[in-house]
């Protein structure tokens, strides 16, 4: 399936800015799942310092601000070629080990709530454990947004029992680490049915399965990634492949419109 | 047991490195002496260098005590030292290389896996970064003790921000002023080029693709640090400025520092700032003291930083008792200076050893430094003991265990003159395109009688140390 993405984030100042960061993971890479055909980023307000690639081998840009200018405007657009592989997106590359995928990080640090949530998954199969704490999550979890933020915690959110994809993948990623599984986050991208218009960017998670390699959950939508999911960054948590994070130096507020579009 | 003294041990009379020093000590009057002693305390006052001791009521800035007597090293008990020393650091950066890569010596089964993936020392944000010259810890203080006339130990390698240089450098010109007629008599090698040659080698590992005079300059935490002191005398020393996080910022792909003529680049940061404090939008979001963003400069290749983040992975305690493993896998040779024989308290046949022989065995943190948090089985009282236990119980993978080691002697001037107490040394290697280490180093002194513990956090002196030029 041929998508097009297009990824607009503005962010606007009530003043001047002193001096600000913002660290960009917003360039896919081809795989398995998808090919990219063509892709852009467009910077206004802000100037570009380095472009590197991360320790998970996310293409990575930190842009730089200062001065006058009241709002700084980053789109991401391109075209991607995807295909459905039942979610499968391959061995593990890069110098990153496996097993730094097996730990938790402070956003995805079990508690009592996610240890019973894994101890509750059932036996069989590791597609089958792996899908059935899919589900498992899907039910505990109702997607509401604006009950928690970038800093929720997996256990927080179980807890709470409402959030967004974020949260889904941090549960789904802490309850897998506890089965055994290697598991990381995926930010990226996904073409709702019936809709060019997008709320939000998407993030799930996948797991390490010995037969298969990386295999992706959406605990949020119940399904393993299609033909209709593009995925862009991947971390051991959000902190790690959010496709924006800032700093800024100053009293200036900061104010964020988000808009995304992906069609056919 | 009778510790080794380096000067007159027992039973063998005056050791020859000592010879020319003995003999101009036993033309000198005794007042004389005494009265050099507070000259040396006046010196000291007046360059200002003093240390922050942490974990007090007050945190009170003091000095810590110099000992007029030098701590003297033949020519050639320095060479074989350094051969080991060499061989210790190349090992050092050969593992960190290989952990922030393919990690080899994890598959090989060398070092347990566990060891990496639980340590806070490991970094992430380090994997796939091969600095210039391959070269992760720039400047490490080996730690090293003596137990007889040919044994060497390393204690600990510090490869992540070792401090005291300035007090090496302050050693000896203190003893140039106080005695210039001794180095007439006596050939010592000089150290006073240490500074020369960390700018050196600090400019030797500059990004590739900088040409002519790399800019450099070293980061402080800011004066409330322990060593400030040490940071602003080397930054003066190599006249390269000395910054704080608040002064710099990424210009143009660069970390560039506020100059009066605007922003200048900077090529090679020698840091003082912790790896946790060094990035707030990578690792500790709270720092004040670091640079937003400079892991993204890094990582592209625009700043050599010294040294380099995640090198604390390799001086971990829990590590250090693999380092003769560490060394043969880089090497393929043996280590030429000697581990102390170390318990992992988190293996449980160690921890019932540790427990049982609590009296005698010194026990660590295993992410402890300057003597903080440790227990000296043979001098702690009972009660001291108990309570240390109830801590190894509850946490044993925080604890490593060791033997107490009779630490060699050597003469400090008191007022009932000559008596020998417990020294090790520490000397400051410099690694980039070579290896330079000054001959000498940091002499600590425990200035208690029978104490083993020289960390001037916990009553230490120091010595100017003396490698001679035979």
């Known amino acids: 399936m041929r998508l097009k993405v297009s990824h607009r984030t503005e962010y606007s100042y009530d003043e001047p800015i002193r001096y600000g960061l913002q660290r960009l993971r917003l360039w896919p890479a081809s795989g398995p799942a998808q090919t990219m055909l063509t892709w852009a980023l467009h910077i206004e307000g802000a100037r570009e310092e380095v472009r590197f690639l991360d320790q998970f081998g996310n293409d990575t840009r930190l842009l730089s601000i200062d001065g006058e200018p009241h709002a700084i405007t980053v789109v991401a657009e391109g075209e991607v070629e995807t295909n459905d592989t039942a979610g499968v997106s391959g061995p593990h590359r890069g110098f990153a080990p496996l097993w730094l995928f097996e730990h938790p990080t402070p956003l995805t640090a079990p508690g009592t709530t996610i240890r019973d949530l894994a101890a509750s998954v059932g036996s069989g199969g590791d597609l089958e454990r792996l899908h059935g704490l899919m589900a498992l999550i899907q039910q505990r979890i109702a997607y509401v947004t604006g009950t928690t933020d970038s800093r929720t915690t997996a256990e927080e959110a179980l807890v709470k029992g409402t959030g967004v994809c974020q949260d889904h993948s941090h549960v789904f990623a802490a309850s897998a680490r506890l089965l055994g599984f290697p598991a990381r986050y995926v930010s990226g991208y996904l073409m709702m049915n019936d809709t060019v218009e997008q709320v939000a960017s998407h993030a799930w998670a996948e797991a390490y399965v010995s037969a298969l390699g990386w295999v992706g959950f959406d605990a949020a939508n119940g399904m393993s990634p299609d033909e209709r999911y593009v995925r862009v960054a991947v971390g051991r948590d959000y902190r790690e492949a959010m496709p924006i994070a800032g700093i800024l130096i100053g009293q200036a507020q900061e104010r964020l419109a988000v808009h995304i579009t992906v069609e056919q | ?470």
């Open chain 2, 1 to 470: 047991m009778v510790a080794f003294d380096e000067m007159l041990p027992a039973e063998a009379g005056l050791r020859r490195p000592y010879e020319a020093y003995d003999g101009w000590l036993k033309n000198q009057d005794p007042a004389r002496l005494t009265e050099k002693m507070r000259d040396a305390e006046r010196v000291f006052r007046k360059t200002g260098i003093t240390f922050a001791v942490y974990g007090e009521q007050e945190a009170s800035e003091r000095l810590i005590p110099f000992d007029i007597v030098p701590r003297i090293i033949s020519g050639n008990e320095w060479r074989r030292l350094t051969q080991g020393i060499e061989q210790r650091v190349q090992a050092l950066n050969a593992f960190l290389d290989d952990i922030y890569h393919r990690q080899e010596i994890l598959r090989a089964g060398r070092v347990p896996r566990e060891l990496i993936a639980t340590n806070e020392a490991f970094l992430p944000e380090m994997i796939g970064v091969r600095p210039p010259a391959g070269v992760y810890t720039h400047i490490i203080g080996v730690d090293i003790v003596r137990i007889a006339e040919n044994e060497f130990y390393v204690l600990e390698d510090n490869a992540r921000t070792p401090s005291g240089v300035s007090y090496m450098l302050e050693n000896r010109e203190t003893m140039l002023q106080l005695f210039p007629e001794l180095f007439q008599r006596i050939k010592v090698q000089p150290v006073e080029n240490y500074p020369q040659l960390l700018r050196q080698s600090l400019a030797a590992v500059r990004p590739n693709g900088v040409n002519g005079t790399p800019t450099i300059a070293v980061l402080t935490p800011g004066s409330f640090n322990s060593a400030y002191f040490e940071h602003a005398f080397l930054a003066d020393q190599m006249g390269v400025q000395l910054v704080e996080g608040q002064d710099l910022r990424v210009v143009d792909g660069h970390v560039a520092m506020r100059t009066t003529e605007g922003y200048k680049r900077i090529d090679v940061l020698y840091r003082r700032v912790d790896d946790a404090y060094l990035d707030p939008m990578t690792f500790r979001p709270d720092s004040t003291l670091g640079v937003p963003g400079i892991m993204d400069v890094y990582r592209a290749g625009n700043i050599t930083i010294a040294n380099a983040p995640g090198t604390g992975i390799a001086d971990d305690k829990a590590i250090y008792s693999y380092m003769p493993e560490i060394i043969e896998f880089y090497t393929g040779r043996k280590p030429i200076l000697g581990n102390i024989p170390t318990w992992r308290c988190s293996e449980p046949d160690s921890l019932k050893y540790v427990q049982e022989h609590l009296g005698e065995l010194v026990i660590k943190e295993v992410h402890g430094s300057g003597g903080y948090g440790m227990l000296v089985g043979p001098a702690a009282s009972k009660k001291e003991r108990e309570e240390f236990s109830k801590k190894l119980a509850a946490r044993p993978s925080n604890y490593i265990a060791q033997p107490t080691l009779s630490l060699s002697t050597c003469p400090i001037l008191t007022e009932k003159g000559l008596a020998p107490r417990h020294v090790d040394l520490r000397p400051f290697v410099l690694v980039s395109d070579r290896i330079r280490i000054v001959p000498g180093g940091l002499t600590r002194v425990a200035l208690k009688e029978g104490s083993l513990v020289v960390n001037s956090s916990q009553g230490g002196g120091t010595k100017d140390t003396w490698v001679l030029d035979d």
